[in-house]
């Protein structure tokens, strides 16, 4: 059980006896009375979506999950529409999960990359990809004579649409490893 106050986007909890996806949270203090958590939930079950407010002090149950890493492998479609296919490492067995649940996750999808999937039973409720990713770069402005790495950085898209700030230095067809948690660059990986 967690306080309201503690309630965070993506934790899955067990509202009215049914899973549900917390999809935002704001903290709200109107004038002198109790604090409350606005948030939108999405029923696991149906896919509906609703809002909600807990107070800070309301105890709230935490959906237990089972992880397993499955083995990102090909997606189908665009947009929220897409359908994502991945494989258990260990039982070979394959399992789609919609564009919705990937998030922000799409822009770390290339072929062999590890996801810890997250399960409610044997319903998928979400995928987190690695806390590391390499992508390659398709686009960024040539490189800068004299450019340091304590220079300014530029942006750079990458091979999935995600655009983060390289130092000039980088190149178009260098691999860059990126932070998923906060899509940011870390290093140079290797050139291509």
Do not use: C, W
Request: proline share 5%; aromatic share 8%.
């Amino acid at each position: 059980m967690i306080q309201g106050v503690q309630l965070r986007a993506g934790m899955t909890i067990v509202y009215n006896g049914v899973p549900h996806k917390v999809m935002s949270t704001k903290h709200l203090t109107p004038g002198n009375k109790r604090g409350i958590m606005q948030s939108k939930l999405r029923n696991l079950n149906t896919g509906l979506s609703l809002e909600h407010r807990f107070r800070t002090d309301d105890k709230i149950e935490r959906a237990i999950l089972n992880s397993r890493e499955m083995e990102f492998l090909y997606s189908e479609g665009s947009g929220d529409d897409s359908l994502y296919y991945f494989m258990d490492t260990e039982s070979y067995e394959q399992s789609t999960i919609d564009g919705d649940l990937i998030g922000d996750g799409k822009f770390y999808l290339v072929p062999n990359v590890k996801f810890a999937v997250e399960f409610f039973g044997e319903k998928i409720v979400g995928a987190t990809p690695p806390k590391t990713v390499e992508l390659k770069i398709v686009d960024t402005p040539p490189n800068m004579k004299g450019a340091t790495a304590s220079s300014s950085y530029k942006p750079a898209t990458l091979e999935t649409g995600l655009v983060v700030g390289v130092p000039p230095f980088i190149e178009s067809g260098e691999i860059i490893r990126v932070d998923s948690e906060e899509g940011k660059y870390i290093e140079r990986a290797r050139a291509e």
